[in-house]
């Protein structure tokens, strides 16, 4: 049996459509603090990406491909216990902050009250759930105390330990400076480049220089020189380092391990008791979980309570009641900024950290005398100090998040019942962010508070008929509706600049206080219905039907139908076959079904929004984005078909599926000319189509009464072709291009092209048409780079195509070895193709940082000197059609900075981002309870696990498996400057009484 729509349980082999399961023994073990990064690997078609921030950061789940041009649109629904729950992700920047991932809804499921989860991939498998169910959906199954003799009680304990699974390999031969020099001064400008953040000065050569944190003639340290902002007070810089002394010099040598030191183990400990029991009339079960998380990041934590409660009744012989409530109470001190800026560690790190910087130098962060006002670092230009940023400027929250259902069912008879059920998902969180004085981006400090309210409610009738009509005939008949209340909530107050240094109150404001509001309210009401008919146990047709009403909509085109229809076959029931047949299970499936989707809220009339007063007097704007009164619902049509056969008593079997999915009438905003006083304007367009195909491989090669060796694969492809975009009905103009997301490239969608493409500015090459202004006539030097007559690369005028995203295919590899009581569970994760953009290559060539600029200072900068000094392969134009080979020789600090001239270019940092991730292994080995005798304690089992524990790529200096935010939106294929993911291993405890 397996949970399908509606939490109705159904035998697999009369599905019409593809599902795969994973166990809760599979989830609980090896831990993740967020849950939906244990299905990496496990699911074919399935496709996980984790944006790296420690401490149970978000993560982007894709299900068979992209369907939405909105890039953010594109996840699953999860659905616990047979009701939907919120998995909203909401970041927030802006007012000079950067992003701060706080997690996403669908993270805090805890894996130890998880009984299963079952992925419904297609249209077919999940129409019953509405526009919600568009992108696919993941039902999540909870532990129960059903089929427990007398009282149980559970125990689940695991400790992991992490680190950083890959760190940038940085050059160790040249210190801060420019052109070879560096002394240290003021670190403002004052001394030899010593407000340079550059790694191009002098080699390490066993010389000693004035360093910051030298030693000087007063006691103090280099880099005590006191205060350098006329916002925070008087400056005599003079005084100031004459008061300090003069800095003696130091020995200059490499700190090769600054960063890795930086960087602490991270803990992370989970504890679940479980009380579980049932008799005649009901069940129950009682779980509490604690979870606490230190990151590799210093100073940034999570502790998180978890408490469960699901209970049934038997109220009477016809009606029985069922509560099931979920609570959650999380609170972090500190989780870390990301993306590219002074907040992120990586910017530094990755970028202008020189690598003559002691780590340990910078621990003691205040300037002597300074303490609250000026921090103490190697550097006062452009960063903060690390161990400043990550124990003064913190990113706090606390939350408090309920869900959980109540439900009536009354059993008419055997064959008829009718189920009313009431659940809700609350989540009140609070998030707080100080910045301290001196902080670079707030030189008098800010503090900011944050409240979210989301709140999710859900009605549900469900009228079901289930019946033998004959020996060879049986039907179920489902019918019920659907009341869903949406709410969003959210305030955010920031005081820019405190009165009081280090005291965080919005009464301590210098300024103006900064505010904005939202909130937001959707309703969508729903009536479905779904008939299941069977036939001798061989034969299954399901029908099914959905129409919802959805208050985003304009009242014309508020209500959509949308349906279902799946067959199945299980031929191998009609095929008589022998004991001794090769063949042990065979059917076929198809389907073909249809799914609606709404928008937002505010997209139907033009609305109003707060902007900054006007002499204290409140004031607004109209929004920039044009509303549409005559929007349509969003309609995606799917087809599938598959087989599932098995071989030799089930030792061998193969679950193949086909699918092709066509979406239109997306709902986007269009881009608008400036001259029409709007930025974009809400319109239907776009017809996306999807197409793949998903093998699931089962494998016994071993099998005897002492071992066995189970080995699995999960093996998907998917293409994802945009074929229309818009065409306006009235002017015939039309749109060939949508840029989805842009983040030092963007990401567009292009008619004829693929969803997840990549654009941006790229290498003037010569080229084989007469029409280009680089066309070689002789076709000697076609295809190779174009300089110009100072040996910079040119680039192309235009965005040009330089990747996807996208993975060619996905291969999960599960091998599982038992003897007897032990057990070894292996699993290998590989994503081949696709291209990922590194942010962290375009800027650590320019700060001189990593390994690669050491290309043309082999020995110094002497371009005399033979070693130094690069010329970069290609040619140059010499006159039309004339080409000769470059021989201009740039700097090496030129060269890496004009690389990507200044950033813009960026053809030369996309790379192959394939790779293969030893994602999870686990060594358990399990007492036999005849060993315990009659002792109360049984089911022991202890284990060694571990996840992320290697990867094999070709990217430099980051994880391949990576993403950005941007706006409160996860971009996958951009890597920003990333924190590194986390290599964890541990112990799992787990035993019943």
């Not at 006329?230 to 380092?241: D, E, F, K, M, R």
């Not at 029985?320 to 989780?335: E, F, K, L, P, Q």
């Not at 202004?773 to 330089?802: A, C, F, H, M, S």
Request: net charge negative; charged share 20%.
């Amino acid at each position: 049996m397996t949970v399908t729509a509606l939490g109705i349980s159904r035998e697999k082999k009369s599905l019409g459509y593809a599902v795969q399961e994973v166990s809760g023994e599979n989830l609980d073990k090896a831990k993740d603090a967020n849950l939906v990064n244990n299905l990496a690997g496990k699911i074919a078609g399935v496709q996980v990406v984790g944006n790296p921030s420690g401490l149970g950061g978000s993560a982007r789940v894709t299900i068979r491909g992209e369907r939405s041009l909105n890039i953010g649109a594109n996840q699953p629904l999860f659905v616990i216990d047979g009701v939907p729950i919120a998995n909203g992700f909401y970041g927030n920047a802006g007012r000079s902050y950067q992003e701060v991932d706080y997690g996403n809804g669908a993270g805090l499921v805890n894996p130890d009250d998880v009984e299963s989860m079952t992925v419904l991939k297609g249209a077919g498998a999940t129409a019953l759930y509405g526009s919600r169910g568009a992108n696919g959906v993941i039902l999540i199954t909870t532990k129960s105390g059903k089929n427990t003799k007398g009282i149980g009680v559970t125990v689940n304990s695991t400790i992991m330990f992490e680190n950083a699974l890959v760190l940038p390999e940085y050059q160790n031969q040249y210190g801060q400076g420019l052109g070879g020099l560096f002394e240290f001064r003021d670190g403002n400008g004052g001394g030899t480049a010593d407000g340079v953040d550059e790694s191009w000065g002098p080699s390490y050569d066993g010389q000693v220089l004035a360093q910051f944190d030298s030693p000087t003639s007063n006691g103090f340290r280099g880099a005590d020189v006191g205060n350098l902002f006329t916002s925070i007070g008087p400056v005599n810089l003079n005084a100031q380092l004459a008061a300090r002394g003069t800095v003696a010099a130091t020995p200059w040598v490499a700190q090769p391990d600054n960063v890795k030191d930086f960087f602490e183990t991270g803990a992370l400990q989970s504890h679940n008791f479980a009380v579980n029991g049932s008799n005649d009339k009901g069940d129950f079960r009682l779980s509490y979980t604690y979870l606490n998380q230190t990151g590799i990041v210093p100073n940034t934590d999570q502790t998180r309570n978890t408490l469960a409660f699901s209970s049934s009744y038997k109220l009477s012989d016809k009606l029985t009641a069922r509560a099931v409530i979920n609570y959650i109470n999380g609170d972090s001190g500190n989780r870390p900024s990301l993306s590219y800026g002074t907040e992120n560690l990586m910017y530094l790190f990755n970028c202008w950290l020189g690598r003559n910087v002691n780590m340990n130098s910078l621990r003691d962060y205040w300037q002597a005398g300074r303490v609250g006002l000026n921090q103490f670092n190697f550097n006062y230009n452009y960063h903060d100090n690390p161990f400043f940023n990550v124990y003064e400027n913190t990113n706090g929250q606390k939350y408090n998040r309920i869900f959980g259902y109540t439900s009536l069912t009354y059993q008419f008879n055997e064959n008829l019942s009718f189920m009313v059920r009431g659940a809700t998902d609350v989540n009140d969180e609070f998030r707080d962010r100080r910045r301290a004085y001196s902080t670079q981006r707030f030189q008098r400090g800010s503090y900011r508070e944050e409240n979210l309210e989301v709140q999710e409610t859900n009605l549900d009738v469900l009228l079901s008929y289930n019946k033998q009509l004959s020996q060879d005939f049986t039907l179920g008949v489902f019918t019920g509706g659907n009341l869903r209340k949406e709410t969003v909530n959210q305030s955010d107050i920031s005081a820019p600049e405190l009165a009081v240094p280090g005291i965080y109150s919005l009464g301590n404001s210098r300024v103006a206080l900064a505010s904005s509001s939202f909130r937001s309210e959707k309703r969508v009401n729903s009536v479905y219905a779904t008939t299941q008919l069977g036939f001798r146990d061989f034969l299954y047709l399901d029908l099914a039907g959905r129409n919802d009403w959805s208050s985003t909509l304009p009242a014309d085109n508020w209500s959509y139908f949308y349906y279902s229809a799946s067959a199945s076959a299980v031929l191998s029931e009609v095929m008589n076959l022998s004991n001794n047949s090769a063949l042990s299970f065979l059917k076929v499936r198809a389907s073909v079904a249809q799914t609606g989707n709404d928008t937002e809220p505010f997209r139907l009339d033009n609305v109003y929004n707060p902007v900054t007063p006007v002499k204290g007097t409140p004031s607004y704007s109209e929004s920039s984005v044009l509303a549409n009164a005559s929007l349509k619902p969003e309609i995606s049509t799917s087809y599938e078909g598959g087989f599932d056969a098995r071989f030799f008593n089930n030792r061998l079997g193969l679950d193949a599926t086909y699918y092709f999915t066509s979406s239109r009438n997306q709902i986007l905003p269009q881009a608008l000319s400036i001259t029409s006083g709007y930025s974009s304007r809400i319109i239907n367009a776009g017809v996306i189509e999807n197409r793949g195909v998903e093998l699931a491989l089962n494998l016994v090669p071993v099998k005897t009464s002492a071992f066995s060796w189970d080995a699995n694969f999960n093996f998907s492809v998917n293409r994802s072709e945009v074929k229309e975009l818009f065409k306006d009905p009235i002017t015939g103009q039309e749109v060939k291009s949508y840029v989805m997301a842009s983040r030092y490239v963007t990401i567009e969608a292009r008619v004829g092209e693929q969803m997840g493409d990549m654009y941006g500015l790229g290498f003037v090459r010569v080229s084989n048409n007469p029409e280009s202004p680089y066309y070689d006539p002789t076709g000697q030097y076609v295809g190779q780079i174009v300089y110009n007559n100072t040996g910079k690369p040119l680039r192309t005028t235009e965005r040009i195509k330089l990747g996807n995203y996208n993975p060619d295919f996905l291969l999960g590899i599960n091998n599982t070895f038992t003897f007897k009581g032990l057990s070894l569970n292996v699993l290998f994760d590989w994503r081949q193709g696709g291209e990922i953009y590194s942010h962290t290559q375009t800027v650590g060539r320019e700060g001189g940082q990593i390994i690669e600029t050491l290309e043309g200072r082999a020995n110094g900068y002497d371009l005399n000197v033979e070693g130094n000094g690069v010329v970069g392969e290609g040619v140059v134009q010499t006159g039309e059609g004339q080409f000769s080979p470059n021989t201009f020789e740039l700097s090496a600090r030129e060269w890496h900075s004009s690389y990507t001239l200044g950033r813009s270019l960026v053809e030369g940092v996309i790379y192959d981002a394939s790779f293969v991730k030893l994602r999870e292994a686990r060594l358990a080995y399990t007492i036999p309870n005849r060993v315990l005798g009659k002792a109360p304690i049984r089911d022991i089992s202890f284990s060694i696990v571990g996840r992320n524990l290697a990867v094999w790529s070709d990217v430099p200096h980051v994880d391949p498996e990576t993403a950005s935010t941007a706006g409160g939106t996860i971009i996958p294929g951009v890597e920003s400057v990333a924190l590194p993911s986390t290599r964890s291993w541990g112990f799992n405890l787990n035993f019943k009484f």
